[in-house]
């Protein structure tokens, strides 16, 4: 074997897999709201990954999942408001557990843009979102 070959297999071998850590960052049963998530059978399972953007100052249109989701904000300020005047004010690194089949709607209320990576778990072909019109 030549030395650069055995150089690398020494790099990757003293690797300090110690290093790595996990943190929990939410465990519920319950949306962010305190409503219990509902059952779900999942028959043909598919999860969906989304990396939403919103521009500071934005607010989307009012809308509801019918499907289990959860998220991380990874830049800005999110504030989320529901039907019944509920509201949730997220910073950049916290998690959310969403509320299902609950019209409400997300305003980026920071002093940046909003970024928002949400997974959608339910059954292939579900939709993720519905818009009230």
């Known amino acids: 074997m030549n030395k650069y070959l055995m150089a690398l297999i020494a790099v990757c071998f003293s690797f300090n897999a110690s290093a790595a850590t996990s943190e929990i960052l939410q465990k519920s049963q319950a949306s962010w709201n305190n409503t219990p998530i509902k059952q779900m059978e999942l028959k043909d399972p598919e999860v969906t990954v989304v990396r939403i953007q919103i521009p500071k100052g934005e607010k989307l249109p009012l809308h509801q999942h ?4 959860v998220g991380y904000l990874t830049k800005g300020e999110l504030t989320v408001h529901t039907e019944k005047d509920e509201v949730l004010v997220l910073k950049a690194g916290d998690p959310i557990i969403e509320v299902i089949d609950t019209w409400h709607y997300g305003e980026s209320t920071g002093d940046e843009d909003a970024e928002i990576v949400v997974v959608y778990v339910g059954n292939k072909g ?7 019109e």
């Not at 019918?66 to 989701?69: G, K, Q, Y």
């Open 66 to 69: 019918p499907i289990l989701n």
């Open 126 to 132: 579900d939709n993720i979102t519905e818009t009230k």
